[in-house]
């Protein structure tokens, strides 16, 4: 068992590199993640302090930086080079938590729309900016999680391996969004549970998942709104294994 | 490539600057959350800043067959919205005057009439400005989203607001910057030639509502249609910076009428009362052939003869300046 995962992850590596243009040795390698039993429930490991997740180990899982969408545009530094990631399995919920260094704290509250149409009002809601992003999580796992299977591709599966992704943003909150490959994402219109705090520059966002089998591969993403992220321009973790 | 393309010619020879257009689209379209500042029309003074400010010069179209984006324009370039204060004045019973807050430094239409000069002459026009529904829309290369496309039965190009995420790389790629993202809904939006209206027949509102008659619409490919005639038989219209490579829809025919001060009867091209280099860098150096061509047509009319380039021009009725094909599109398309 152990070998066949490390195989496929090193081919779902070797097809990262290459479709991306960059060497395998710059590639944070995956690795397995233990999950926690734990006696909280996840209403508390979702929004209660630090206190339920202290028993939980963390991992520190290396991110990737995918390259310029454009010839002309400045290859981004890695300015968040890691993710620590605990896991936690309660009440047939996976919840999974990740916490990431990020100095810029790039959210707003969105101005309230009123309920009533537009055309009724004198005054509508501004656009105050057209030009700020913001920061964003996501973890992503096969839509039907086979052990020992291949893994989907790394960028938004595959159509033989559709993946979901949750996707949590600091401003406009969670979506649940599915995929067959690149370019193929859709917001399915449902929300999950996810709860985030940003406190001395560190991100912490716990998303609420449901249960998955041991064997299942899963990755993370973040997104640093102020680097002009968004879409596949962002960090990203080669696929890990849940334990 | 779409089987037909609605295409839109405006003689800035009669246009007025007076933004009826401008209303009329925004009364239409972009009276909505999220979309004050969006102007898919709007009329610019030329020489000037346009909008949003230098559009014509951060970038963006295509270059050696590579996508040019350019940054993202800021609320700085389009213009903050400011209020007044009515209410210390009308109903606090103070005597301060109504500033309007927060000050105001852009906007649309801002450096109106301002213009620029030739020699010690002042010297402006208009240009009216929508989404130039490309045959090469740099914005829909750019979208990773596929949310743009081009209607096959028309060529008008659209977002798909379902498929749209909002990434903004489209704003970049538009070398006309006429694409607007709304930060309510976290989509981008833009000109859709008023699609629904042409379906039912209806000519485009910012058409429809011209004093200045100086909108021509209909199919490029309708040997019929008045700007086939404009563009392709007559060739006294052009794009805006053609060298951006997306191969515009909407085509403009050049100011080049009424002749300097004390210069009647000489050729416009010999002193004239716009800079020519001006012309060129809007319209590319084929703008002189168009002026040699309009003007040859003005000199027919003039020594009693008829022009049809002129007559049609002149578009008395709506029926001269439009020519909208919703059955053709629907059983070719």
């Known amino acids: 068992m152990r070998t066949r995962q490390l195989m496929i992850l090193g081919s779902g590596l070797l097809a990262c590199a290459g479709m991306w243009g960059q060497t395998a040795a710059t590639m944070a390698a995956g690795q397995t993640l233990s999950v926690a039993a734990s006696s909280f429930p996840a209403d508390n490991l979702l929004n209660g302090g630090p206190a339920a997740w202290n028993q939980v180990a963390v991992k520190h899982v290396g991110l990737n930086r995918t390259p310029p969408l454009y010839d002309t545009d400045e290859p981004a530094a890695l300015e968040i080079p890691v993710v620590d990631v605990r896991l936690a399995r309660t009440g047939g919920k996976l919840l999974v938590q990740l916490n990431w260094h990020d100095p810029t704290h790039d959210a707003i509250t969105l101005p309230e729309v009123p309920k009533t149409p537009p055309e009724t009002r004198f005054l509508?809601?501004?656009?105050?900016?057209?030009?700020?992003?913001?920061?964003?999580?996501?973890?992503?796992?096969?839509?039907?999680?086979?052990?020992?299977?291949?893994?989907?591709?790394l960028q938004m599966g595959d159509a033989e391996h559709p993946v979901e992704i949750y996707y949590w943003n600091a401003t406009r909150g969670a979506m649940l969004m599915q995929a067959q490959g690149r370019g193929t994402t859709r917001r399915t219109g449902q929300s999950f549970p996810a709860n985030a705090s940003y406190q001395n520059g560190q991100w912490s966002v716990t998303f609420e998942l449901p249960d998955l089998p041991p064997g299942t591969p899963v990755a993370f993403a973040v997104w640093n709104g102020s680097q002009k992220d968004r879409d596949g321009r962002k960090y990203f973790s080669v696929w890990q294994v849940l334990e | 490539m779409s089987k037909h393309q609605y295409a839109m010619v405006m003689d800035l020879n009669k246009c007025l600057g007076c933004q009826t257009c401008t209303i009329a689209c925004k009364k239409l379209w972009t009276d909505r959350d999220g979309t004050g500042y969006m102007y898919w029309n709007n009329v610019e003074t030329r020489p000037g800043l346009g909008y949003p400010r230098q559009w014509d010069r951060i970038g963006g179209g295509w270059k050696d067959g590579l996508l040019q984006p350019s940054p993202l324009p800021t609320m700085e370039d389009y213009g903050y919205a400011w209020e007044y204060d009515y209410e210390q004045r009308l109903f606090e019973g103070k005597r301060k005057p109504v500033m309007p807050s927060p000050e105001p430094k852009s906007g649309v239409n801002w450096d109106e009439d301002v213009g620029?000069?030739?020699?010690?002459?002042?010297?402006?026009?208009?240009?009216?400005?929508?989404?130039?529904?490309?045959?090469?829309?740099?914005?829909?290369?750019?979208?990773?989203r596929k949310a743009i496309y081009k209607r096959e039965e028309d060529g008008i190009v659209v977002i798909d607001q379902d498929r749209c995420q909002g990434y903004r790389y489209c704003i970049k790629a538009c070398p006309y910057k006429k694409i607007y993202f709304n930060e309510v809904t976290g989509k981008s939006e833009k000109c859709i030639f008023c699609y629904p209206r042409l379906e039912k027949g209806e000519v485009n509102a910012c058409a429809a509502q011209c004093p200045g008659r100086l909108r021509f619409v209909g199919l490029l490919d309708d040997p019929e249609s008045p700007v086939h005639k404009l563009v392709l038989v007559h060739k006294i219209a052009l794009p805006l910076f053609p060298e951006k490579g997306t191969q515009p829809n909407v085509f403009y025919v050049p100011p080049f009428n009424p002749p300097k001060r004390d210069n009647y009867g000489k050729s416009i091209l010999e002193d004239a009362r716009l800079p020519l280099d001006y012309l060129v860098y809007l319209f590319g150096p084929d703008v002189k052939n168009v002026i040699t061509r309009l003007e040859a047509e003005l000199k027919r009319a003039q020594a009693g003869g008829r022009s049809e380039v002129l007559q049609l021009l002149i578009g008395r009725d709506a029926e001269t300046r439009y020519r909208i094909r919703p059955q053709l599109v629907q059983i070719q398309g």
């Open chain 2, 116 to 144: 620029g000069m030739n020699g010690e002459e002042n010297y402006f026009f208009y240009v009216p400005r929508i989404c130039n529904h490309c045959t090469y829309p740099a914005c829909l290369e750019a979208c990773p």
């Open chain 1, 124 to 153: 509508k809601v501004p656009t105050e900016a057209d030009d700020r992003f913001f920061d964003a999580a996501a973890v992503m796992f096969p839509t039907k999680p086979e052990a020992g299977a291949m893994t989907p591709s």
